[in-house]
């Protein structure tokens, strides 16, 4: 599997990518691409959230968890919520300690991250909360973005597989997890969260389809 290094200078250049077209095809501010630069750029480093390298998994959790905390100060800034200001920190130590211990804990199950349902599952949680802020079709364009970013770290693990003949080869790209009750669970919340969101998720599919017609 290539490292943490490769993974992320690859994100950057992906999630500049995807920045840059975002600038030039909608018509939202730069600010708007940044986010889009931020959000492949989380899902190029994602996956390897489950790595079996406690160096990398400390410097995605650390990553995430300063990810997480501008989330909240960007999602709570106009906020009537009383103390919202406390949130952000609380959310920064949570992922950073909270979250990465359980993930360590769990790591036994190792591979679910490194599978499309997976990628798609949390991309649908990633638009599930973006929404609210950004409404439907920025929330849609953001979670896209993180998608992007997640397959293009997917891609990059089996072309590396295919470079050095590993019989990991086809596992990254897989449609299913490891054991039936994470597949069930991954596959559940891709139910729910497509049934709960379905017109707003096709608005944000015509939208695309639309501004590429032109
Ligand atoms: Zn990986």
């Known amino acids: 599997m290539p ?10 250049l992906a999630g500049y990518a995807a920045g840059a077209l975002s600038l030039y095809f909608l018509n939202k501010s730069v600010y708007f691409s940044g986010l889009v630069f931020v959000s492949s750029y989380a899902g ?7 790595s079996d390298n406690s160096r990398t998994i400390n410097i995605i959790f650390n990553l995430l968890s300063v990810l997480g905390g501008f989330a909240a100060i960007y999602l709570l800034i106009d906020s009537p919520i009383k103390y919202a200001f406390l949130i952000p920190p609380c959310v920064y ?39 609210f802020k950004l409404g439907e079709i920025s929330g849609f364009v953001i979670g896209i ?3 992007y970013g997640y397959l293009v770290h997917l891609i990059l693990d089996e072309i590396n597989s ?37 017109e707003k998720l096709s608005n944000g599919f015509k939208y695309l389809i639309n501004l590429f017609n032109v």
């Open 44 to 50: 190029s480093i994602f996956p390897d959230i489950d």
């Open 3 to 12: 490292d943490f290094k490769v993974h992320s200078e690859a994100g950057v």
């Open 93 to 131: 130590f949570f992922i950073k300690f909270a979250v990465s211990k359980i993930f360590k804990y769990y790591s036994r199950h190792r591979g679910i991250y490194h599978s499309i349902p997976m990628a798609v599952f949390i991309s649908l949680l990633i638009f599930q909360i973006t929404y």
């Open 145 to 147: 973005s993180f998608l």
């Open 162 to 198: 295919l470079y050095n003949l590993k019989n990991s080869l086809g596992t990254a790209l897989s449609i299913k997890g490891l054991d039936i009750y994470t597949t069930i669970i991954v596959y559940s919340g891709i139910f729910i969260l497509t049934y709960i969101n379905f």
